[in-house]
């Protein structure tokens, strides 16, 4: 605990609005500078609606905190402290007035709880908001796990599997994100962070309307078209096994309550379970969606009503088919597990809530929240005595999580480079990838953090899901992935039936948008195949805007050129925080990439 002889609501009031900020409306284009340079972050940070701290002075920022705290020197009662805390949100045009209230309101206890023991000053506020020129913030400190003191085992580069050899098919689902409040016919553009819903009003000339399957703006999918989606998945079946990332609910992260929150996991768990059968095993990862208030997951060490105990061990009882009982008695204690997919081939699901800067939790201490990668290392130390591969899920991408979090991660891929063989995230609702070099010169491929498109629209894609191939169940396979294929539901065509162009088609296809070793003349999908594939978008710009295109699913019209393509490089190579900034830095981008890209909330 920091020793202070202000009040609490003075960190209070800086700490709460510098955690809320996130919170507005996320996956919604921001708005920008007029700045040509800046125009790449229109893309990176698609998925970002909140107040654009960019257009506001070092000197305004601390003022705009100092201000808000004095004014409550006198008192540190908590309604009081919301009630400021609501009406900054109102007078800083972060959200609409009443979302405000909502919000503020809903994590309003949590807040009081967490933040009892940290305190931010207006200028470490300034720093995570304007940035470094504003002053330090030095919460998340740096921190290290241990390696166990054994050798590294020779690298030996991976090699294409014999023609004939077995493939395991594995079907991956990613951000769902059902809107149970989801209205046809209502309006697809409305003020608050999510539209298509039974209170986004009426659309008229200038407002669309919302689709029967799903809408491009900022609306999530009804539940008929997450039920298509199972059906026709599992009709292009028979799948090995399948991963499931997290994030079950809708974007309306104002307004949820436990139960609901608890009842939509139940609903889209039972509807997996029977729609892709008794006979196949589903191993999912949690989303920062599925707690209430969103992105609110206390360490382990947290007891009692604001513990997570209540969401994990709701996971445990609807996972309990797919999920051994060992699995689950570490899901309930920190939300994270291992488990045995086949002789040979080890799956770990990481919670990575606990790498997240939204995580408020984390303010208080940062340190390997849970002992997780220190877990970690334990499990990749056994696989790698037993000479088993070993499959990484999680839902939010390493190079997007806190910068120790990140570094300490990247240092464990590097070390057990040869065991893990698949890293599978989703969260940035978009088509893409990041890479892992090795330390000493940061040239060498490693490893590739494969990133998933989503189920749901939000903001203006087509619903998704993917299929990775990888090397099969047989002595010495490598279980690298092979190939991979992302099918998608067409809205312009599944919302009009050919014929009737006002009606929906009754039951639309889920079709084949491109499989990557095809798209992009690769035979295979390793480290080094990726690598290559990114000196070819540099010298290449067609391969690349097909990627471009690609990435988001088949729905975009505006090309990414010169600036863009330099910071979605940047992004690619980037499977550590460091390297991102880094490569932010060197290109003269002053740290606008590393911002949009960790703005990502979905």
């Given at each position: 605990?920091?020793?202070?002889?202000?009040?609490?609501?003075?960190?209070?009031?800086?700490?709460?609005?510098?955690?809320?900020?996130?919170?507005?409306?996320?996956?919604?284009?921001?708005?920008?500078?007029?700045?040509?340079?800046?125009?790449?972050?229109?893309?990176?940070?698609?998925?970002?609606?909140?107040?654009?701290?960019?257009?506001?002075?070092?000197?305004?920022?601390?003022?705009?905190?100092?201000?808000?705290?004095?004014?409550?020197?006198?008192?540190?009662?908590?309604?009081?402290?919301?009630?400021?805390?609501?009406?900054?949100?109102?007078?800083?045009?972060?959200?609409?007035?009443?979302?405000?209230?909502?919000?503020?309101?809903?994590?309003?206890?949590?807040?009081?709880?967490?933040?009892?023991?940290?305190?931010?000053?207006?200028?470490?506020?300034?720093?995570?908001?304007?940035?470094?020129?504003?002053?330090?913030?030095?919460?998340?400190?740096?921190?290290?796990?241990?390696?166990?003191?054994?050798?590294?085992?020779?690298?030996?580069?991976?090699?294409?599997?014999?023609?004939?050899?077995?493939?395991?098919?594995?079907?991956?689902?990613?951000?769902?994100?059902?809107?149970?409040?989801?209205?046809?016919?209502?309006?697809?553009?409305?003020?608050?962070?999510?539209?298509?819903?039974?209170?986004?009003?009426?659309?008229?000339?200038?407002?669309?309307?919302?689709?029967?399957?799903?809408?491009?703006?900022?609306?999530?999918?009804?539940?008929?078209?997450?039920?298509?989606?199972?059906?026709?998945?599992?009709?292009?079946?028979?799948?090995?096994?399948?991963?499931?990332?997290?994030?079950?609910?809708?974007?309306?992260?104002?307004?949820?309550?436990?139960?609901?929150?608890?009842?939509?996991?139940?609903?889209?768990?039972?509807?997996?379970?029977?729609?892709?059968?008794?006979?196949?095993?589903?191993?999912?990862?949690?989303?920062?969606?599925?707690?209430?208030?969103?992105?609110?997951?206390?360490?382990?060490?947290?007891?009692?009503?604001?513990?997570?105990?209540?969401?994990?061990?709701?996971?445990?009882?609807?996972?309990?088919?797919?999920?051994?009982?060992?699995?689950?008695?570490?899901?309930?204690?920190?939300?994270?597990?291992?488990?045995?997919?086949?002789?040979?081939?080890?799956?770990?699901?990481?919670?990575?809530?606990?790498?997240?800067?939204?995580?408020?939790?984390?303010?208080?201490?940062?340190?390997?929240?849970?002992?997780?990668?220190?877990?970690?290392?334990?499990?990749?130390?056994?696989?790698?005595?037993?000479?088993?591969?070993?499959?990484?899920?999680?839902?939010?991408?390493?190079?997007?999580?806190?910068?120790?979090?990140?570094?300490?991660?990247?240092?464990?891929?590097?070390?057990?480079?040869?065991?893990?063989?698949?890293?599978?995230?989703?969260?940035?609702?978009?088509?893409?990838?990041?890479?892992?070099?090795?330390?000493?010169?940061?040239?060498?491929?490693?490893?590739?953090?494969?990133?998933?498109?989503?189920?749901?629209?939000?903001?203006?894609?087509?619903?998704?899901?993917?299929?990775?191939?990888?090397?099969?169940?047989?002595?010495g396979s490598s279980r690298l992935v092979l190939d991979h294929e992302t099918y998608i539901l067409n809205l312009t065509e599944a919302n009009h039936s050919p014929g009737a162009p006002h009606s929906p088609q009754k039951d639309p296809k889920w079709t084949l948008l491109y499989r990557a070793t095809e798209a992009y003349g690769l035979s295979t999908l390793f480290p080094s195949d990726f690598n290559r594939l990114i000196g070819t978008f540099i010298n290449d710009d067609p391969v690349f805007q097909k990627f471009w295109y690609l990435r988001?699913?088949?729905?975009?019209?505006?090309?990414?050129?010169?600036?863009?393509?330099?910071?979605?490089?940047?992004?690619?190579?980037?499977?550590?925080?460091?390297?991102?900034?880094?490569?932010?830095?060197?290109?003269?981008?002053?740290?606008?990439?590393?911002?949009?890209?960790?703005?990502?909330?979905?």
């Open positions: 605990m920091r020793l202070s002889s202000q009040p609490p609501s003075f960190g209070l009031i800086t700490c709460s609005l510098v955690l809320i900020l996130p919170l507005f409306g996320s996956c919604h284009p921001a708005q920008l500078s007029g700045n040509p340079s800046l125009d790449f972050m229109e893309q990176l940070s698609h998925s970002s609606v909140r107040f654009n701290w960019r257009n506001v002075t070092c000197y305004v920022c601390k003022a705009v905190f100092t201000i808000v705290d004095v004014a409550l020197l006198s008192d540190a009662n908590e309604e009081r402290v919301a009630r400021a805390v609501g009406e900054a949100c109102i007078r800083l045009h972060l959200a609409d007035e009443q979302v405000c209230r909502d919000i503020i309101e809903l994590f309003r206890d949590d807040f009081i709880r967490a933040l009892q023991e940290s305190f931010l000053w207006p200028t470490e506020a300034c720093a995570v908001l304007v940035g470094p020129s504003c002053g330090k913030f030095d919460v998340y400190a740096p921190w290290n796990i241990t390696l166990p003191n054994v050798p590294k085992p020779p690298v030996k580069p991976p090699s294409p599997p014999k023609p004939g050899s077995p493939q395991s098919r594995v079907l991956f689902l990613t951000d769902v994100h059902w809107d149970r409040e989801y209205d046809v016919g209502s309006a697809a553009d409305c003020k608050e962070p999510l539209c298509c819903r039974n209170d986004s009003g009426s659309p008229n000339l200038s407002r669309r309307k919302a689709g029967h399957w799903g809408t491009y703006g900022k609306c999530d999918l009804p539940l008929w078209t997450v039920e298509n989606l199972l059906k026709n998945a599992a009709k292009a079946g028979p799948w090995d096994w399948v991963y499931w990332t997290g994030d079950i609910p809708a974007h309306n992260v104002w307004s949820q309550t436990r139960e609901q929150q608890l009842s939509e996991l139940t609903v889209i768990s039972k509807l997996i379970h029977k729609h892709l059968g008794p006979n196949v095993t589903v191993y999912p990862a949690v989303g920062n969606h599925e707690s209430t208030p969103v992105n609110s997951f206390p360490p382990p060490y947290i007891h009692g009503n604001r513990s997570s105990s209540w969401l994990y061990d709701q996971m445990a009882e609807e996972w309990a088919p797919w999920l051994p009982d060992q699995a689950l008695k570490t899901l309930r204690y920190g939300g994270f597990y291992t488990v045995q997919i086949q002789p040979g081939l080890r799956l770990v699901s990481l919670n990575m809530n606990f790498c997240a800067r939204e995580n408020f939790w984390l303010m208080v201490n940062s340190t390997d929240p849970g002992d997780q990668l220190q877990w970690l290392v334990h499990i990749l130390q056994a696989s790698e005595d037993k000479g088993e591969k070993v499959h990484i899920i999680g839902h939010i991408p390493p190079g997007l999580c806190l910068s120790s979090w990140s570094w300490n991660y990247y240092h464990i891929v590097n070390r057990y480079e040869s065991t893990i063989t698949g890293q599978f995230f989703g969260h940035t609702h978009l088509d893409e990838f990041q890479m892992f070099y090795d330390e000493e010169t940061m040239t060498r491929p490693l490893g590739v953090a494969f990133i998933a498109p989503s189920v749901t629209t939000y903001v203006l894609l087509n619903p998704g899901y993917r299929v990775y191939y990888v090397d099969g169940n047989y002595q988001y699913k088949g729905h975009i019209s505006k090309p990414c050129k010169e600036v863009c393509k330099t910071g979605i490089l940047c992004y690619l190579r980037s499977g550590r925080y460091d390297d991102l900034k880094q490569c932010d830095y060197l290109n003269g981008f002053k740290g606008s990439l590393a911002r949009a890209a960790t703005k990502t909330l979905c």
